[in-house]
């Protein structure tokens, strides 16, 4: 039986709990104190639970960049089949911070996109924490299109710190590369889910979630501006990243109630880094039902659809 | 002409602005002695003479002291070292439009503070409050109907004064009216960026403002009906990784900042200092992401060419 860790700071009422559970477990395992594992394994379960139904956007957070979140191939691999990476932009590189490629899904060839931010040091470094550059982006577009012509539906998995900020990135037109993905995915006549499924940063988010369905993990993240940066600006301190999180209602749950995104796919008690078979089995359900429901509408509907959703985004009132 | 340009999220508080404002203020000689300390001699000097105040402002550029009339004459650039100074957005309509030819619409959208956003610095309902008042705008952006050198177009000029130009839902919704507008009357339309970026006071709906303005835009590239971008100093982040970025002919001022992540944050990754000139216009044009730089007085003319070669 797995060792039950918990690492987050809101969890620590809960770790003596699941020491004990630990030590029965060492003591014997499940042939000489199974009444008593269980019985605290119920226990911890139950008060997880509550935790996690009421997590604060803070707290929410820290779930959404747990280390151990399962990352976009996590995903690729448990809810389709034959994943075929395909790689670079054509013009310039290729990014492995924004990977992209073909794979069956619900019998049906699907082009996936997914920002992929690494596991330990060495493969953070080699993905750049999952940070595209412009070529990371000028890749999507390149794909999207082909998808586009090839009647293939889109399924993007968004979990990125944003766009990385370098001095070259802007000597290739960062901007740019995301300003033409929103365009395009703007107007592409095949149905586009994206989901969040850790943290969406920003325009670097935004560049593979124009679709026709977005969704959020529930202890998901999706920012406008880090809240570390807008703390720095709006509250002259970064420590006070916290406070700018809940201002900016930065988490699934506040984000479900603009009407902003379209669902939330449950996460397993816990979060999904402590179930991550069972939370692929969620989002692989949760995107069957919505790539059925869209492949009904004609490609003008779909992006009539789509333009309207995107339309009605935003509040304001007329004076006088 | 190299610059390298703090940005603030806030109103611009760079020394040409305050004064500038000061200025505007200043109507008495008793109000002259509230003149900040290096504008004192100039305006003294004027009223020792007897002649008529000439207000006076310095250059953040070749530093000079300046007469605000003589700037202003020349279309607020500075005579000396033709830096560009900002303009608020009816002072840019007028500079490019042909006279008496500019309809407004839709002035009266204002922001209806849809998270009820506090902050240590600021409460965002009070903050639209003042800077309705201050700055005489409802919101960051301005939008109409207009002719330049004969020809109509639809119009949108950013203004940086409001809340750093920063874009939420007012700004995203003008923006895609104009777009929208462009595309019925099937007549072009031009684009004045001036933003530090989304509006983080509004969350989420800022960001989405982003695909909302590139969505209209991609209709009117479908329709065939052109779009010119004009990037003014400065123009970053959300603003220029969406429609700023998405002009068939993109135009942009000299020495403007133009950029995504911005100076600050790029040296905070880079871990390193970056050359004079970095995210200028002419950083830009160098490196392939712009059609031209257009120096101010020259502006009115291009685009009258653009349009004739469009029509």
């Keep these: 039986m797995e060792p039950i860790k918990c690492d987050l700071d809101f969890e620590q009422p809960l770790e003596e709990l699941a020491e004990r559970i630990r030590v029965l477990c060492e003591e014997g395992g499940a042939l000489e104190n199974p009444g008593r594992i269980q019985e605290a394994t119920e226990e911890l379960h139950t008060r997880l639970q509550e935790i996690y ?53 619900d019998q049906q060839t699907v082009l996936f996109l997914a920002h992929q931010k690494g596991r330990g040091t060495k493969d953070q470094q080699f ?36 766009a990385f900020p370098g001095l070259e990135d802007e000597e290739r037109g960062q901007s740019e590369a995301i300003a033409a993905n929103l365009a395009l995915m703007a107007r592409l006549p095949v149905p586009i889910i994206a989901v969040v499924i850790g943290e969406g940063g920003s325009g670097g988010a935004l560049a593979i979630s124009v679709a026709d369905r977005l969704l959020m993990l529930e202890h998901s993240i999706y920012t406008v501006a880090a809240p570390e940066a807008a703390a720095s600006i709006l509250w002259r301190d970064s420590a006070f990243a916290p406070d700018a999180a809940r201002a900016m209602r930065i988490s ?69 | 002409m190299k610059r390298m340009v703090d940005l603030v999220e806030q109103a611009p508080t760079t020394i040409v602005e305050r004064t500038t404002e000061q200025l ?26 007897g ?31 033709h830096y560009h100074f900002r303009l608020r957005a009816h002072e840019r309509i007028e500079l490019l439009v042909d006279a008496d030819s500019f309809t407004e619409y839709d002035a009266d959208l204002v922001s209806v503070d849809p998270l009820n956003f506090v902050s240590a610095s600021q409460v965002y309902a009070q903050k639209l409050a003042q800077e ?47 777009v929208e507008q462009a595309l019925s009357r099937r007549i072009p339309l031009l684009v004045a960026s001036a933003s530090g970026g989304a509006r983080m006071q509004e969350g989420l709906y800022s960001l989405m403002q982003m695909a909302k303005t590139a969505a209209a835009l991609a209709q009117l590239r479908e329709a065939g009906i052109p779009y010119f971008s004009l990037l003014t100093d400065p123009t970053t982040g ?37 050359p004079a000139g970095t995210a200028s216009a002419e950083f830009l044009l160098e490196h392939g992401l712009i059609d031209m730089i257009v120096p101010r007085h020259e502006l009115r003319a291009t685009l009258g060419r653009l349009l004739r070669f469009y029509s």
């Design chain 2, 238 to 274: 959300g603003v220029t990784a969406s429609f700023a970025m998405l002009g068939d002919v993109i135009l942009a001022e000299p020495g403007g900042l133009i950029c995504f992540a911005g100076p600050r944050v790029i040296e905070q990754f880079m871990h390193a200092k970056l």
């Design chain 1, 53 to 105: 139904a009421n997590l604060t956007t803070w707290q929410t957070v820290q779930v959404a960049r747990h280390k151990d979140r399962p990352r976009a191939d996590d995903y690729l691999r448990l809810i389709c089949d034959d994943f075929m990476e395909l790689h670079g932009d054509r013009v310039f590189g290729d990014d492995a911070a924004l990977i992209g490629g073909l794979a069956i899904f």
């Design chain 1, 252 to 320: 699934a749950r506040e984000l479900l109630s603009t009407g902003i995104i379209d669902g939330i796919v449950p996460e397993p008690v816990g979060g999904a880094h402590r179930a991550p078979t069972l939370m692929a089995d969620h989002l692989q359900v949760a995107l069957k039902e919505h790539l059925h429901v869209l492949k009904q509408l004609s490609p003008p509907e779909l992006l009539e659809r789509r333009y309207q959703k995107f339309r009605a985004i935003g509040r304001f009132a007329c004076l006088g």
């Design chain 2, 51 to 81: 002649v008529p105040t000439g207000l006076a402002l310095k250059c953040p550029e070749c530093k000079q002291i300046l007469f605000e009339r003589e700037c202003n004459k020349n279309q607020k650039v500075c005579p000396r070292c």
């Design chain 2, 132 to 178: 309705r008042e201050k700055v005489g705008l409802n919101d960051a952006v301005v939008i109409g109907h207009a002719r330049i050198e004969g020809k109509s177009l639809i119009l949108a000029v950013m203004d940086f004064h409001f809340i750093g130009g920063s874009m939420g839902s007012v700004v995203g919704e003008k923006i895609t009216r104009a």
């Design chain 1, 127 to 162: 993905r750049n924490f999952g940070m595209p550059h412009p070529e990371g982006y000028r890749k999507a577009y390149r794909l999207m299109e082909m998808a586009g012509r090839f009647k293939f539906p889109v399924i993007c998995l968004v979990d990125t710190p944003g």
């Design chain 2, 24 to 49: 505007v203020a200043l109507q008495s000689p008793e109000a002259l002695e509230r003149t900040t300390e290096p504008l004192k001699p100039l305006a003294l000097v004027g009223q020792t003479r």
